[in-house]
């Protein structure tokens, strides 16, 4: 079986569920399940007698993330959300009054929140760059965009709304002639593209597990490089922040100098071991492979979509490529009418930027969007 066709078995196949929103919320492979299942039955048998084995898998689940983001495994934090990993960066940093943090007008709140309130507390300025019409970001706009005075340039590697994408390589070499410091969400992108922005040098990024990565939710990770690890203070503090649960208490202890000291206590078990399990899967099927297809998919959405001259609301050209198709309908009675009628037939999607946006991954089949497809027929011709 190729490895396209062994990722593609890693699914159910409930029969009448279509997954067009694994943008959103994707389901979880066999292997993140099996793993959940596995730690459950050995805490309900075993309890304590588990506790050396549980943190080994911790740590290799930790090493298989660390694989796919290209960094070293000391240099990741596990959080429970992607909007606690943020928030560390954001509020511990180092923002002062009047620095400046350059992001897009459509980052997803819990990118764009964080940052807003660590701005608001310093009297830092949070400036908003406008994307395009079509929702593109243009990388020019966002450089022009960068003065003496920003302190971050945080963004999407991937967008939410529409899957648009910038050149990151040139927005983080221009922001080292700087001394700008570079953040990036990757949730939108780790699992489905190849990423690159870690090897292009950026500073810090976070994501987490239940989109692209197909894992269960509860699971938010922080890799930042050990210059900025050694300089910034955890926001939540824990016996993990300076050693285990079964040291003695020490009020002269010092907190741990890999990221691992932004982990305060207890960890999601269930949830990072089924994360681990699916990077691993990732990793040994190939992201390339998974991307290819996933862009085939999105592809024959796009021009059977043309065809019906329904409007495209995503640049997916260039630098943009993304599996990320957000669908303009202008008629407002047809657009309810469809919205309800997707969800009758139990194809789920998502409402963003405007307009439908669906997001099949690698494991989706050619049938599903014909079905899709077959809908919009009723609609359009």
Same mark, same amino acid.
């Given at each position: 079986?190729? %490895?396209?066709?062994?990722?593609?078995?890693?699914?159910?196949?409930?029969?009448?569920?279509?997954?067009?929103?694994? !943008?959103?919320?994707?389901?979880?492979?066999?292997?993140?399940?099996?793993?959940?299942?596995?730690?459950?039955?050995?805490?309900?048998?075993?309890?304590?007698?588990?506790?050396?084995?549980?943190?080994?898998?911790?740590?290799?689940?930790?090493?298989?993330?660390?694989?796919?983001?290209?960094?070293?495994?000391?240099?990741?934090?596990?959080?429970?959300?992607?909007?606690? $990993?943020?928030?560390?960066? !954001?509020?511990?940093?180092?923002?002062?009054?009047?620095?400046?943090?350059?992001?897009?007008?459509?980052?997803?709140?819990?990118?764009?929140?964080?940052?807003?309130?660590?701005?608001?507390?310093?009297?830092?300025?949070?400036?908003?760059?406008?994307?395009?019409?079509?929702?593109?970001?243009?990388?020019?706009?966002?450089?022009? !965009?960068?003065?003496?005075?920003?302190?971050?340039?945080?963004?999407? %590697?991937?967008?939410?709304?529409?899957?648009?994408?910038?050149?990151?390589?040139?927005?983080?070499? =221009?922001?080292?002639?700087?001394?700008?410091?570079?953040?990036?969400?990757?949730?939108?992108?780790?699992?489905? =593209?190849?990423?690159?922005?870690?090897?292009?040098?950026?500073?810090?990024?976070?994501?987490?597990?239940?989109?692209?990565?197909?894992?269960?939710?509860?699971?938010?990770?922080?890799?930042?490089?050990?210059?900025?690890?050694?300089?910034?203070?955890? =926001?939540?503090?824990?016996?993990?922040?300076?050693?285990?649960?079964?040291?003695?208490?020490?009020?002269?202890?010092?907190?741990?100098?890999? $990221?691992?000291?932004?982990?305060?206590?207890?960890?999601?078990?269930?949830?990072?071991?089924?994360?681990?399990?699916?990077?691993?899967?990732?990793?040994?099927?190939?992201?390339?492979?998974?991307?290819?297809?996933?862009?085939? *998919?999105?592809?024959?959405?796009?021009?059977?979509?043309?065809? *019906?001259?329904?409007?495209?609301?995503?640049?997916?050209?260039?630098?943009?490529?993304?599996?990320?198709?957000?669908?303009?309908?202008?008629?407002?009675?047809?657009?309810?009418?469809?919205?309800?009628?997707?969800?009758?037939?139990?194809?789920?999607?998502?409402?963003?930027?405007?307009?439908?946006?669906?997001?099949?991954?690698?494991?989706?089949?050619?049938?599903?969007?014909?079905?899709?497809?077959?809908?919009?027929?009723?609609?359009?011709?």
């Amino acid at each position: 079986m190729s %490895s396209l066709g062994i990722f593609k078995e890693q699914f159910a196949k409930k029969e009448g569920l279509i997954h067009l929103n694994n !943008a959103g919320l994707s389901p979880i492979t066999k292997v993140a399940r099996d793993k959940v299942i596995y730690w459950t039955e050995r805490f309900y048998q075993e309890g304590y007698y588990t506790d050396a084995d549980y943190k080994l898998d911790l740590l290799d689940s930790k090493s298989n993330l660390a694989k796919l983001i290209g960094c070293r495994a000391e240099e990741i934090a596990w959080f429970t959300n992607t909007a606690s $990993a943020i928030s560390q960066f !954001a509020f511990q940093i180092g923002l002062r009054a009047n620095d400046e943090v350059v992001m897009w007008d459509q980052e997803y709140v819990s990118n764009l929140y964080p940052f807003k309130q660590a701005c608001d507390l310093v009297g830092a300025k949070l400036k908003l760059v406008s994307s395009d019409v079509d929702l593109s970001t243009p990388t020019e706009k966002y450089i022009e !965009a960068i003065t003496s005075k920003t302190k971050i340039a945080a963004f999407s %590697s991937v967008q939410f709304s529409s899957g648009a994408r910038m050149d990151a390589a040139a927005v983080i070499a =221009h922001c080292k002639k700087l001394g700008v410091i570079t953040f990036a969400d990757i949730i939108q992108e780790l699992g489905v =593209h190849p990423l690159k922005v870690w090897s292009q040098g950026i500073d810090a990024v976070a994501g987490g597990s239940h989109k692209w990565l197909a894992s269960p939710v509860g699971v938010g990770y922080l890799a930042i490089r050990p210059d900025l690890t050694s300089k910034m203070k955890p =926001h939540s503090y824990g016996s993990g922040t300076f050693g285990t649960c079964d040291d003695a208490t020490d009020l002269e202890c010092k907190p741990k100098v890999d $990221a691992s000291k932004f982990e305060p206590s207890s960890k999601q078990v269930l949830e990072i071991t089924a994360l681990g399990a699916s990077c691993k899967l990732f990793s040994e099927v190939g992201i390339e492979v998974i991307e290819t297809e996933a862009l085939r *998919l999105a592809r024959l959405l796009i021009s059977e979509s043309k065809k *019906l001259s329904i409007k495209i609301n995503s640049p997916f050209k260039g630098e943009h490529l993304s599996p990320m198709v957000n669908l303009k309908i202008p008629d407002e009675k047809i657009f309810n009418v469809l919205v309800n009628d997707l969800k009758e037939q139990n194809i789920n999607f998502a409402l963003r930027g405007g307009g439908m946006r669906f997001s099949p991954h690698a494991f989706n089949t050619e049938t599903e969007i014909h079905k899709l497809i077959s809908i919009f027929k009723k609609y359009f011709n």
